[in-house]
């Protein structure tokens, strides 16, 4: 069956870094978009960033822009989030999202915490 699961969060300090993986199985990764979004308590889902199947766009939200970096590894059916600076703002759950470049299809991870206080 389908499964995106994330791991590498945890509590880190303000300007700490990070490093959040997503593994995928049970769909043709290299046929999906791949994003991260993450959710503060009291807030909507917001994207951060996101890598096409090929690699030839990379976006990210302006939150995050300089202090994230997304690497994709369709061999390895991986996707991670390496962020540095980070700062209390960024405490939230973070979730992996796969989306098909053709189709209507799209698959959530279960999410993972991530905690930036001092």
């Known amino acids: 069956q389908v499964q995106l699961v994330e791991s590498g969060g945890g509590l880190v300090e303000p300007g700490g870094s990070l490093r959040l993986s997503c593994t995928a199985s049970?769909?043709?990764?290299?046929?999906?978009?791949m994003s991260w979004y993450r959710q503060a308590p009291g807030k909507e889902r917001e994207f951060v960033a996101m890598e096409t199947s090929t690699g030839d766009i990379i976006t990210y939200a302006e939150s995050v822009k300089g202090r994230f970096t997304i690497f994709r590894d369709n061999a390895k059916n991986t996707v991670d989030l390496q962020m540095i600076s980070l700062r209390p703002e960024d405490t939230a759950m973070y979730y992996c999202h796969a989306g098909h470049e053709q189709r209507p299809v799209e698959y959530w991870g279960q999410g993972i915490q991530v905690t930036v206080s001092s």
């Open positions: 049970g769909f043709t990764f290299s046929t999906y978009t």
